[in-house]
Nanobody, 125 residues
Framework: VQLVESGGGPVQAGGSLRLSCTFT????????VGWFRQAPGKEREFVAA????????SYTDSVKGRFAISKDTAKNTVYLQMNSLKPEDTAVYFC???????????????????WGQGTQVTVSS
């Protein structure tokens, strides 16, 4: 399976972007799809995740109320709508997928087997 992210770019603080993560190849109805981000000099951190089959979602506290994760089954695509962006949201954003995760592992990058190449989001003040 391959995951391809798109939709990143430069944006001013307070603006919005929508990231897309499209799957190709073998997929699973049991997918958990997560978005992570990594800023220069920092560890990769969890942003949000969605259960492909039942649409249950999870967010890190710093993005709650500003970001929304969703999916389009027909397009094999997961979206991350990012509103009210802040300079501290600047990072490379990655999507990841795995078919065996339990809920308590959704935020753990090491638990995901499949990763995209990342897309840069730069928020200027």
């Amino acid at each position: 399976v391959q995951l391809v992210e798109s939709g990143g770019g430069p944006v001013q603080a307070g603006g919005s972007l929508r990231l897309s993560c499209t799957f190709t190849g073998r997929t699973s109805w049991r997918w958990i799809v997560g978005w992570f981000r990594q800023a220069p000099g920092k560890e990769r951190e969890f942003v949000a995740a969605i259960d492909w089959s039942v649409r249950t979602t999870s967010y890190t506290d710093s993005v709650k109320g500003r970001f929304a994760i969703s999916k389009d089954t027909a397009k094999n695509t997961v979206y991350l709508q990012m509103n009210s962006l802040k300079p501290e949201d600047t990072a490379v954003y990655f999507c990841a997928a795995d078919g065996t995760l339990i809920r308590s592992s959704w935020s753990m990058a090491t638990e995901y087997d499949h990763w995209g190449q990342g897309t840069q989001v730069t928020v200027s003040s």
